[in-house]
């Protein structure tokens, strides 16, 4: 079975501070991972993927086997950043994302 | 282009009635998913079309739930003899060559 843990609900951070969200999973096969992202009254989107290797908006994130993470992180947290963020996971068939249960970012000025 | 649109937007029932959700995935993207996303379970996998065919139906909490996709494109989601713990937002997310998925708005269900 594949899980995704999130264990932070919210983070709270002020402007230009660093920010990490953290994401764990348990999966047997080979993962593939990836950070969603839920601004206030829009749509879910996709932010990175761990194969992509991209830095989007100053975010970036490094999957960790050894460690089974895949950590989300920011050198400088800026207002715009506040958001629902969403770690998953998708099964080796590539048809079903398992979710992690979320964290909320709060960046305050 | 047009992104994964969803109808309706809202939608307020009462307990034991039925509900069609409709979703529109991206043109010329085969895969289309469902997902609800609720309060208590976050979100959660529902099913999945490849093409016009359901491989997958294991996310369906009950049988009162079912989905067809027609034409490889729109798909409905039926929920039957509604029930108050129905209440979610359901989402759709469709995805074409690579598997990546792009999400609908989603369809607030409300169950009175």
């Known amino acids: 079975a594949q899980r995704v843990t999130q264990p932070e609900k919210l983070l709270s951070v002020f402007k230009g501070a660093p920010v990490e969200l953290k994401c764990n999973y348990s999966y047997s096969g080979s993962p593939e991972l990836f950070w969603y992202v839920q601004y206030s009254r829009q749509r879910l989107q996709l932010l990175l993927r761990h194969i992509s290797r991209e830095s989007i908006k100053g975010f970036t994130a490094d999957l960790n086997k050894g460690e089974t993470s895949f950590h989300l992180k920011k050198p400088f947290a800026q207002e715009e950043d506040s958001a629902m963020y969403y770690c998953?996971?998708?099964?080796?068939?590539?048809?079903?994302?398992?979710f992690g249960g979320g964290t909320r970012l709060m960046v305050k000025p | 282009g047009a992104g994964v649109s969803q109808s309706p937007s809202n939608k307020v029932t009462e307990k034991g009635k039925d509900v069609e959700l409709r979703c529109d995935p991206i043109?010329?993207?085969?895969?289309l998913y469902w997902y609800r996303q609720s309060l208590g379970q976050g979100l959660e996998f529902l099913i999945y079309?490849?093409?016009?065919?359901?491989?997958?139906k294991s996310g369906l909490p009950s049988d009162r739930f079912s989905a067809e996709r027609t034409g490889g494109s729109v798909s409905t989601l039926t929920i039957q003899r509604t029930q108050q713990e129905d209440s979610a937002v359901y989402l759709c997310a469709s995805s074409g060559d690579t598997d990546t998925q792009y999400f609908g708005p989603g369809t607030r269900l409300t169950v009175l």
């Open positions: 079309f490849q093409g016009n065919s359901a491989p997958d």
């Open positions: 998953a996971l998708i099964n080796n068939a590539g048809n079903m994302l398992t």
């Open positions: 043109s010329g993207h085969t895969a």
